[in-house]
């Protein structure tokens, strides 16, 4: 079974940053990059998979829970691979001469 390990930033927390700490920023986007290349690379879904199809392993109301958990995960990823999409075309507009 895979360990999941801690953010990156301790405890989640976003650390305070000064005016314009270019390094901080790089240090934070090189930890959110991080943590996304290791949720990808996780197999725990890997694990959830061979878990489902056990004999009499849920009732409907907890395949509800599971299903709808499933599915506001996938709502999360498309909302960050949106937010990372806004946030590079936002990043190269800054500073751009129209």
Known sequence: MTTHTT???PGGDI????PHDLKALSREVKALHARVRELAASDRLE???KII??????TPAEF???RG???YMNRQV?????AQ???LKGANLVGART
């Not at 650390?15 to 000064?18: E, L």
Request: hydrophobic share 50%; charged share 20%; net charge negative.
């Open 69 to 71: 958990t499933v599915a």
């Open 85 to 87: 999409d806004m946030l």
């Open 7 to 9: 953010s990156a930033l």
């Open 78 to 82: 498309a909302a960050l691979d949106e």
């Open 15 to 18: 650390p305070h940053v000064g």
């Open 53 to 58: 199809p056990r004999p009499g392993w849920t």
């Open 47 to 49: 694990e959830l998979l």
């Open 64 to 66: 509800e829970l599971v």
